[in-house]
């Protein structure tokens, strides 16, 4: 047996069972929420009892070692009903990635979170920024409570509050980033939730008083700004503040005298986004001392907004001192490379709730993501309460708590607004109808929708269940038409209105005797031609009606790309989105004819068809395989027309009509088809795959293979950025990839890094 060593020069194992980040015992940190009443004695005696032993008791070998930590650790369980395991790594940045090792008690302890926001040129930045990108590789740390706005520069009032809320929107996601924070308040900030301050007052006086006092005892400099900060709502900044982990005592002194301060400037007046929306912006933090100050910069307040969003992705949680930290200094210019970085979403097929979609517009804030397109309808249901013809309602929701009334969509539209997002909402047609347009007939209107009530089966009229169209040919149509067309301008304020213009089907015209009968009395034959004509036909009368609408607004239509829609569109009026998979040379002919473009490529970017088998088959719009993050992030619309034979999609060069390839992408939108979805699975359906979308759009890296990992360990990062902002977003991978960055890789990804560092 080996002789035991004196305890002055016994080492010391480099696993310590002793709270994250505490290098002594008076270090380690109590958790007042997890002990029990009247432990806290026989907890302090027992810890002490046990450092003793470990420091003055010879271990004669490293089993003996390891019983007394293991032992230690059940007493300690035992006493204080609830053990905070000791973390026996730290990590280092090596080559772009945050790699874990062992931890030296005596030596520098990096968290995960330090590391990820400082290795790497981006960081944890998401999406990455376009321009310069500076990343100080130190951090501060600071008390959330010690974060303030000193400038809030803007010459329009309305600017001034759409700031204000976009402060309140960023302060809740630093405080959601500490563990602790409740799952349950991290809901969107609807009316609801801020009907008055009495009623929050009502709900803290149940607290806990300790921690009311602590609340209360806050600096008075913060109470003052918040009192003298103009109100954009009625909520009070105190509800969420008010449960927040943080507002316990930490133990270093430095967290708590240190202050961060926020200057924002912007230039511009616009409070409504738009395609020629300037959404750049600059930002710059500098550390002087005990104090740290963020300065922003935009032309709109949009700019300013993701620029707050980039700030909230430099700070992480500091779990040594409750509390969390930023990146000491950095510099950013960033501006996104696509004017229109949009979601689909379909209501028609299954309702959402208000709250989801207004949490949903908060996961593509999250992602500077900036359109919302709302499929509001389909032949399943009409789900929007129409002032104007509120039997389509009445007979199309699928019942009276599934409508989205007025004051519902206004809500969403400027909720949307504030988060930087602009909502198109689309009334499709002709196919996809027949929920709420049944009322007609029995008011002498005859047959507004056809193939309602055939009895052929569904399969035989349309691509779906239910099957219906609308009937181009009766006069009645185009006022109803109309009218809903006001109420979408009442409500949305659009910039454009999607007008759908898809699957039409010449089955249902085909098995209609009114079709038929009109063809024959007009000496036409039963063709494709005709159905074709037919289809401009409502088209034609339908966008009449939507300018109509519109008295004298700009209002553009977007429309679904098809044989159709090449045909008969005018080019300067339409907005196409390509739904062609992304190998199909068609897609070249639109830029080459000079359409401007959204791509949707269903190969690609859409999000549903994980199963999609409802009615037996796969749907045909959804591809072989599902798209994977990958997918997602590597379909480049500009590269995707360079390989189809569309020169310079890259490059400002000006084609011989003076138009520019490049200015014709407006940019893409991913689509989720809710044949199979409601808001139970959409937020896993979705992200982080649109995530991957995202910073295709923002940025358009030229990345290789070799570049995937380091994507992957960036989603991956802001996937649980996410989670912690109360999003369930699925995984990528296990957690241990999160936590050792350089581990988890593909054969393609190695071969292609191996080959990579043998060239360097």
Request: hydrophobic share 35%; aromatic share 12%.
């Amino acid at each position: 047996m080996a002789a035991k060593q004196p305890p002055s020069t016994r080492a010391r194992p480099a696993f310590s069972p002793l709270p994250i980040g505490a290098s002594s015992p008076e270090a380690a940190r109590e958790r007042p929420e997890s002990r029990a009443p009247g432990r806290k004695a026989v907890r302090v005696a027992l810890l002490s009892y046990l450092q003793k032993l470990w420091i003055f008791s010879p271990f004669s070998s490293m089993v003996e070692m390891k019983v007394f930590v293991a032992a230690a650790l059940l007493a300690l369980a035992a006493a204080e009903g609830y053990f905070r395991l000791p973390n026996p790594y730290s990590y280092s940045c090596q080559d772009g990635l945050c790699v874990k090792e062992e931890r030296i008690v005596s030596g520098e302890y990096n968290s995960l979170d330090k590391c990820q926001i400082t290795c790497g040129e981006y960081g944890s930045i998401w999406p990455q920024p376009t321009g310069k990108v500076e990343l100080s590789k130190e951090t501060v740390s600071f008390s959330p409570l010690h974060m303030r706005v000193t400038k809030a520069a803007t010459s329009d009032n309305r600017v001034a509050r759409m700031l204000d809320n976009a402060i309140q929107h960023f302060t809740r996601t630093i405080h959601f980033l500490h563990p602790d924070f409740p799952q349950t308040e991290k809901q969107p900030l609807t009316p609801e939730d801020f009907e008055n301050t009495g009623h929050f007052n009502q709900k803290f006086q149940n607290e806990d008083p300790a921690q009311q006092e602590q609340y209360r005892q806050r600096s008075e400099y913060d109470r003052n700004q918040l009192r003298q900060r103009p109100r954009y709502s009625r909520e009070e900044p105190e509800s969420f503040i008010r449960r927040s982990p943080f507002l316990r005592k930490r133990s270093n002194p430095g967290v708590e005298s240190h202050n961060v301060n926020i200057e924002i400037t912007v230039t511009a007046s616009d409070h409504k986004l738009r395609l020629d929306t300037d959404e750049s912006y600059n930002l710059v933090i500098q550390t002087v001392g005990d104090e740290t100050t963020a300065t922003i910069l935009a032309s709109t307040y949009y700019g300013a907004r993701h620029a707050l969003e980039t700030l909230s992705q430099l700070i992480a949680y500091d779990d040594i001192n409750n509390a969390v930290q930023v990146v000491r200094d950095a510099q950013i210019q960033d501006a996104p490379s696509f004017r229109y970085r949009g979601f689909m979403l379909d209501t028609g097929r299954n309702f959402y709730p208000k709250e989801d979609l207004m949490k949903l517009l908060d996961s593509m804030a999250y992602n500077k993501m900036n359109y919302f397109h709302w499929h509001i309808n389909d032949a399943a249901s009409f789900p929007m309460y129409s002032n104007r013809v509120p039997k389509m309602t009445y007979y199309g929701a699928y019942d009276a708590r599934k409508v989205y009334y007025p004051e519902d969509i206004r809500e969403i539209v400027e909720y949307a607004n504030l988060r930087g997002i602009s909502v198109i909402p689309e009334i499709g047609g002709p196919a996809h109808n027949a929920a709420g347009w049944q009322w007609a007939q029995k008011e002498g209107k005859g047959k507004l929708a056809l193939c309602t009530d055939s009895n052929e089966p569904w399969f035989e009229l349309s691509k779906e269940p239910p099957s219906g169209q609308i009937n181009p040919i009766n006069p009645e149509v185009y006022p109803i038409l109309g009218e809903l067309y006001r109420d979408l301008m009442d409500y949305f304020d659009p910039e454009m209105v999607h007008m759908g213009g898809d699957d039409v089907s010449f089955k249902c015209w085909q098995s209609s005797e009114e079709i038929q009968q009109y063809l024959s009395q007009t000496k036409r034959e039963s063709t494709s031609r005709e159905y074709f004509e037919l289809w401009n036909t409502y088209q034609s009368s339908a966008y009449n009606k939507l300018q109509e609408a519109a008295q004298g607004r700009q209002v553009t239509p977007i429309i679904y790309s098809s044989s159709f829609a090449r045909n008969y569109i005018d080019k300067d009026s339409y907005v196409f989105q390509i739904s062609e998979f992304a190998n199909e040379s068609v897609i070249a002919d639109y830029i080459k004819n000079g359409y401007k473009v959204i791509f949707s490529n269903q190969d690609q970017w859409n999000l549903g068809c994980l199963t999609n088998t409802w009615v037996g088959d796969k749907a045909e719009n959804c591809p072989s395989e599902v798209p994977t993050w990958e997918n997602f992030y590597r379909n480049s619309p500009l590269d995707m027309l360079e390989y189809l034979g569309v020169n310079n999609a890259r490059s400002d060069i000006q084609q011989a009509d003076g138009t520019n390839t490049k200015n014709l992408v407006l940019g893409g939108e991913a689509t989720l088809w809710s044949f199979d979805t409601d808001a139970n699975g959409l937020q896993s359906k979705i992200w982080p795959r649109m995530s991957a979308f995202a910073e295709r759009l923002w940025t358009d890296p030229q990345s290789s293979l070799s570049g995937t990992s380091f994507t992957q360990k960036r989603l991956n990062i802001q996937r649980q950025r996410m989670v912690y902002r109360g999003i369930a977003a699925d995984p990528l991978q296990p957690e241990f990839c999160l936590q050792d960055e350089g581990a988890c890789f593909s054969r393609e990804q190695y071969r292609a890094r191996t080959t990579l560092n043998n060239q360097q």
